[in-house]
Nanobody, 123 residues
């Protein structure tokens, strides 16, 4: 079992940057594939990015590729999402997720979820 706590959300203007953090506790962090998802009002939760256990492999949704960067620090039990060139359509609650197997870009399933952090981008 792992517990996830996100932080770093806020209100920014279009073109600004934000860095989200997710701190994990419980079972060994490096055991999990990690990911970020988001859910905008009235929409389904969607995949944003994922990172392998070692951090070697990453995957991004097409809408954020080139603007967002996922990273992890297994010594600090944390995963991050650096978001640059933010757009109003990036406004959503962002969720950190962990899975002992895999996180697929085509699915919104994961074994463990954080409580979410709000990101609002004004135009």
């Amino acid at each position: 079992q792992v517990q996830l706590v996100e932080s770093g959300g806020g209100l920014v203007q279009a073109g600004d940057s934000l860095r989200l953090s997710c701190a994990a506790s419980g079972r060994t962090f490096s055991y999990y594939v990690m990911g970020w998802f988001r859910q905008a009002p009235g929409k389904e939760r969607e995949f944003v990015a994922s990172i392998s256990r070692s951090g070697t492999n990453t995957n991004y949704a097409g809408s954020v590729k080139g603007r967002f960067t996922i990273s992890r620090d297994n010594f600090k039990n944390s995963v991050y999402l650096q978001m640059n060139s933010l757009k109003p359509e990036d406004t959503a609650v962002y969720y950190c997720a962990a899975d002992s197997n895999r996180i697929a870009s085509s699915s919104s399933r994961a074994e463990h979820w954080g409580q979410g952090t709000q990101v609002t981008v004004s135009s």
